[in-house]
């Protein structure tokens, strides 16, 4: 079964239920780019512009808001809404550009994942008070929204929905599951998944909810200083918080939406080799993909030099198709060590080894952030031969280590004080 390049979308559950595949069985790995204010901020033309870019540097999702903030105007002078906001009455002029935004990702082999108007985390979105329009609006005109999104998105089979928006439901509970039941009645195909406040993910406040198809997952470093939002709860690992999500009893496919965003400006922002790690992360701790986030997410003017200065960017392409050439969908975390058995460093810092095996035992990556010696058991591939390489996360290059004729357990050390990915696979 081949990695789907040109995906037929909709994408569906795979029968193990951990991950999504196209219409032609083909899983689907996400490498999503955040392009939040895509809608509000560029024109049509510039929007392909975008497209072309991120396509060029291997991502095929873009995550995306209906709206930010409630004073929202598009380039073409048009707001989503008329009469202070009034969720009965959406300007379709509005919409009708999303919805030419969406089908040319569509041209594209783009995944779209679109928020609702933005809860918001600050009280800079469209929620969090009575006076903010979802609660002002009401359940009965947040099921009429959500029902005309799935209507007029209806014909959009590469469109995924984001109820919420860095923020748990809290006082905009009922509005936000009116809205998720009105999509949900009109556009059962569109998958919906929940932006929670780091480091909750959506199945820890909607697990059961049968509008929810998929999960994300979102947190920052542990020791980042988190006094800017004094109720944020203490920060986990995206290792940790991935393998919390995979071992929850309840299998539902998971990504990660949000954590560091390359760059200069804001309060999260990391480096490319932060964004490299938590990718491979995610993945190898159960994941179907993760989102990559920089500075230029609201399209200053200057985004497009931005982008191109940022190596993270390019770099993501190189963890697409590293996992792209293989079955990664059998990948199950090695979080009990049973494979690589010394040398994994310490839960919760920055030097654990996160690992995975293939379920028909093929197979084995490990990604190793910085150098430090591992220990593997060779006889857990099953072969008579263990082809052993490194995987330089930056360039997208294989260098060969060894060929192993009597498998045993054995010392790999990264040949450079930086992070790599040790493949070993049968032969």
Not at 50 to 73: A, P, S
Not at 97 to 115: E, F, P, Q, Y
Not at 325 to 330: A, F, G, R, V, Y
Request: one cysteine or more; charged letters at 20%; a neutral charge.
């Amino acid at each position: 079964m081949a990695h789907a390049q040109n995906p037929a979308f909709p994408l569906k559950r795979l029968s193990n239920k951990r991950y999504l595949a196209d219409q032609q069985n083909k899983p689907f790995l996400i490498n999503a780019a955040t392009g939040w204010k895509i809608y509000t901020k560029l024109t049509l033309e510039e929007v392909g512009e975008y497209f072309q870019w991120r396509k060029k540097q291997g991502f095929n999702t873009i995550l995306t808001q209906v709206c930010m903030h409630e004073d929202d105007i598009n380039r073409y002078q048009q707001r989503p809404f008329s009469d202070n906001n009034d969720f009965s009455k959406p300007n379709d002029a509005y919409f009708n550009h999303i919805v030419a935004v969406n089908k040319m990702a569509d041209t594209m082999g783009l995944l779209i994942v679109m928020s609702q108007p933005w809860q918001g985390c600050c009280l800079e979105g469209w929620g969090m008070t009575a006076e903010k329009p979802l609660q002002r609006n009401g359940e009965k005109k947040c099921y009429g929204l959500g029902k005309y999104f799935g209507r007029k998105f209806h014909s959009l089979n590469n469109l995924m929905w984001i109820m919420g928006g860095d923020q748990d439901p809290l006082g905009d509970r009922a509005c936000i599951e009116a809205m998720a039941k009105g999509i949900f009645e009109t556009a059962p195909h569109q998958y919906i998944t929940y932006h929670a406040k780091p480091t909750h993910s959506s199945t820890d406040l909607y697990q059961y909810a049968p509008w929810l198809g998929i999960s994300m997952i979102y947190t920052y470093w542990r020791d980042k200083p988190n006094a800017w939002v004094s109720s944020y709860p203490q920060m986990i690992e995206v290792y940790e918080m991935a393998l919390r999500e995979y071992m929850k009893t309840d299998i539902i496919p998971f990504f990660l939406g949000e954590a560091q965003y390359e760059g200069f400006e804001g309060n999260d922002i990391g480096t490319a080799y932060i964004a490299r790690r938590q990718a491979y992360w995610t993945v190898l701790c159960g994941g179907m993909g993760a989102a990559y986030g920089d500075d230029t997410w609201y399209f200053p003017p200057d985004w497009r030099e931005k982008q191109k200065r940022y190596p993270g960017g390019n770099q993501l392409k190189h963890f697409y198709n590293f996992f792209a050439s293989l079955e990664w969908w059998k990948l199950v975390p090695d979080y009990k060590h049973e494979v690589l058995v010394k040398g994994y460093g310490e839960m919760t810092k920055t030097n654990y080894v996160t690992a995975a095996i293939s379920s028909d035992s093929s197979f084995f990556v490990a990604y190793i952030p910085f150098q430090q010696s591992v220990t593997v058991d060779l006889t857990k591939i099953k072969s008579s031969m263990v082809s052993a390489n490194w995987y330089d996360p930056r360039t997208g290059t294989y260098s060969l280590i060894g060929n192993y004729t009597k498998p045993d357990l054995f010392y790999f050390t990264p040949p450079t004080n930086d992070d790599w990915v040790l493949y070993l696979s049968g032969k």
